[in-house]
């Protein structure tokens, strides 16, 4: 059964940084791509960044670019989220999300198959 477990949420003032952790297990396949997504209270799941396993093009949010980064070790089936610059308004629980196909576009969920519990992120002002 395939996982994605997520780690490395919190709770930290505006301008802070946090890194997040997504670990995959279970699959007996090669990603397409993994990404992060996002949902604060009363809002629809967003897209946050993306990257694609193999070659390691990365795609953001318009919101974030700037001041996230996400980056893969491959050998260890983990994908990353720096967040850097933290905003109150970042403040959502964060998913990341598995594609085992090629398919696209990668800021839409539909493309995902696979997804995570989810992990807090909190940002104070």
């Known amino acids: 059964q395939v996982q994605l477990v997520e780690s490395g949420g919190g709770l930290v003032q505006a301008g802070a940084s946090l890194r997040l952790s997504c670990t995959a297990s279970?699959?007996?396949?090669?990603?397409?791509?993994m990404g992060w997504f996002r949902q604060a209270p009363g809002k629809e799941r967003e897209f946050v960044a993306a990257?694609?396993?193999?070659?390691?093009?990365?795609y953001y949010a318009d919101s974030v670019k700037g001041r996230f980064t996400i980056s893969r070790d491959n050998a260890k089936n983990t994908v990353f989220l720096q967040m850097n610059s933290l905003k109150p308004e970042d403040t959502a629980v964060y998913y990341c999300?598995?594609?085992?196909?090629?398919?696209?576009?990668?800021?839409?969920?539909?493309?995902?198959?696979?997804w995570g519990q989810g992990t807090q992120v909190t940002v104070s002002s």
């Open positions: 999300a598995g594609a085992s196909s090629f398919r696209f576009p990668l800021r839409g969920r539909d493309t995902y198959d696979y």
């Open positions: 279970g699959h007996t396949f090669s990603w397409f791509a």
């Open positions: 990257i694609t396993w193999n070659i390691g093009n990365t």
